[in-house]
T-cell receptor
Framework: KNQVEQSPQSLIILEGKNCTLQ??????????LRWYKQDTGRGPVSLTI?????NTKSNGRYTATLDADTKQSSLHITASQLSDSASYIC????????????FGKGTRLSVIA | KAGVTQTPRYLIKTRGQQVTLSCSPI?????VSWYQQTPGQGLQFLFE???????NKGNFPGRFSGRQFSNSRSEMNVSTLELGDSALYLC???????????????????FGPGTRLTVL
């Protein structure tokens, strides 16, 4: 069964600290993996998109890594800010005509002063 | 460019009623996808439309339906509402970069703010 598991479910960190969010997937055949940031009450916003051949991709203070062999991805946030408080959702696209996107349930990050 | 817009933003209905939600994609985007988001299940794919044709469909009952118009605007309809249909319904638009009808290749998706549906 195609699944995307994210950990931790929630995380609280102090402003200025770094953190890493994890995403494990069993989706096959794999097409690409995306990380989204979703602020409360708003739609998700794309942070990074990685295909099979990409190991690392950065977007400002956000760096995503992908290990296609172990089917694991991580999102590293550097020097966190209060505005980073949001849910971070990992989404895997697979090559199928049906239900092409498999979503993780997200990690709820709270950055406190 | 204006982003994806969804109307209405909030909706309250009672069980058994039906509801229609609307989504206007980013200008030039021809693919529109719909998602249901609940605290328990997270984001789940409902269906995707491209050039007025449903190209993909998730595992939802037939009470959930949609359509796309020639200007790429899309509507989704839920009939005979149940309490469990209470959710945030998100629409996303994209400009597909190729692939085939059966195996579409996706560009980045841009999400709208969603419609919060509450069924009483």
């Amino acid at each position: 069964k195609n699944q995307v598991e994210q950990s931790p479910q929630s995380l609280i960190i102090l402003e200025g600290k770094n953190c890493t969010l994890q995403c494990n997937y069993t989706v096959s055949p794999f097409s690409n993996l995306r990380w989204y940031k979703q602020d409360t009450g708003r739609g998700p916003v794309s942070l990074t998109i990685m295909t099979f051949s990409e190991n690392t991709k950065s977007n400002g203070r956000y760096t995503a890594t992908l290990d296609a062999d172990t089917k694991q991805s991580s999102l590293h946030i550097t020097a966190s800010q209060l505005s980073d408080s949001a849910s971070y959702i990992c989404v895997v696209t697979w090559n199928s005509g049906n239900t092409p996107l498999v979503f993780g349930k997200g990690t709820r990050l709270s950055v406190i002063a | 460019k204006a982003g994806v817009t969804q109307t209405p933003r909030y909706l309250i209905k009672t069980r058994g009623q039906q509801v229609t939600l609307s989504c206007s994609p980013i200008s030039g985007h021809r693919s529109v996808s719909w998602y249901q988001q609940t605290p328990g299940q997270g984001l789940q794919f409902l269906f995707e439309y491209f050039s007025e044709t449903q190209r993909n469909k998730g595992n939802f009952p037939g009470r959930f339906s949609g359509r796309q118009f020639s200007n790429s605007r899309s509507e989704m309809n839920v009939s005979t509402l149940e309490l469990g249909d209470s959710a945030l319904y998100l629409c996303a638009s994209s400009f597909p970069k190729g692939g085939t009808i059966r195996l579409p290749s996706y560009n980045e998706q841009f999400f709208g703010p969603g419609t919060r549906l509450t069924v009483l």
